[in-house]
Nanobody, 116 residues
Framework: QVQLVESGGGLVQPGGSLRLSCVGS????????MQWYRQAPGKGRELVAA????????SYSDSVKGRFTISRDNAKNTVYLQINSLKAEDTAVYYC?????????WGQGTQVTVSS
C-alpha cells in the first residue's frame, strides 16, 4: 500500500531554516510527481510546491517562491522541502502528497512552528 512518511519539522525562530523529508513506499516513486502542502490552524490545505517525476521541473505558490525549494532523490524514494527565511505565517502542518492511479495519498504531516 502507498505510504508517505514526513519528518524534519520543529520549532524555529523567524529567519531560520528547516529541511523537511518525505519517504514514499508502496509505489514506483520515480514515476510520480510529488507535492508538498501545508495547513495552518483554522485554514484550508494549501499547495506550496510540486516537482515532476524526474525532478526536472518545479513549481511554487507565490507565498513561498524564492524561500522554499523542493527536490527529490529517486534512489532514496525521498522528496525534500528546504524552507528558508521562515516567517510566523509559515507555521503549519506540512504534508507530502502523491496521486497514484487517481487516488490521493497523504502522509501524517510534520509540524513547523515559527516563533521567537
Amino acid at each position: 500500500q502507498v505510504q508517505l512518511v514526513e519528518s524534519g519539522g520543529g520549532l524555529v525562530q523567524p529567519g531560520g531554516s528547516l529541511r523537511l523529508s518525505c519517504v514514499g513506499s508502496g509505489f514506483t516513486f520515480s514515476a510520480y510527481g510529488m507535492q508538498w502542502y501545508r495547513q495552518a490552524p483554522g485554514k484550508g490545505r494549501e499547495l506550496v510546491a510540486a516537482i515532476t517525476p524526474a525532478g526536472g521541473s518545479t513549481s511554487y505558490s507565490d507565498s513561498v517562491k524564492g524561500r522554499f525549494t523542493i527536490s527529490r532523490d529517486n534512489a532514496k524514494n525521498t522528496v525534500y522541502l528546504q524552507i528558508n527565511s521562515l516567517k510566523a505565517e509559515d507555521t503549519a502542518v506540512y504534508y507530502c502528497n502523491v496521486i497514484v492511479r487517481g487516488a490521493n495519498y497523504w502522509g501524517q504531516g510534520t509540524q513547523v512552528t515559527v516563533s521567537s
